[in-house]
């Protein structure tokens, strides 16, 4: 039988993976807009950010990575909060995330 995942800070990146901000075709970890992941028992708090903080998907991004963490096992309450501080730069974007959108 197999193992299901463990629900840790992993696993929540790992899903996390799965959202894509819609102007921009790489998910939110890889453009760096994941500040931090705090797992406790069964609930999960996520700081994130924007590339802009007027960029007017945020609350549907936001909202995104809430559903997607709420699939995960074992998670009870999901809180994800939208922060500005500090800024999102470019180059805050994983080595992954340059290669898809084409910079070095």
């Not at 080595?95 to 070095?104: H, P, R, T, V």
């Amino acid at each position: 039988m197999p193992e299901t995942e463990q629900l840790n800070n992993d696993t929540v990146i790992e899903a996390l993976r799965d959202v894509f901000d819609p102007e921009i075709p790489v998910n939110v970890v890889d453009l760096g807009l994941i500040y931090s992941v705090e797992v406790s028992e069964g609930d999960v708090h996520v700081e994130m950010t924007l590339t802009a903080p007027g960029c007017g998907m945020g609350p549907y991004i936001a909202q995104q990575a809430e559903w997607r963490i709420a699939e995960i096992d074992d998670v009870e309450d999901v809180q994800v909060d939208v922060v500005f501080d500090p800024p999102w730069t470019p180059d805050m974007i994983t080595e992954d995330g340059k290669a898809l959108l084409g910079i070095d």
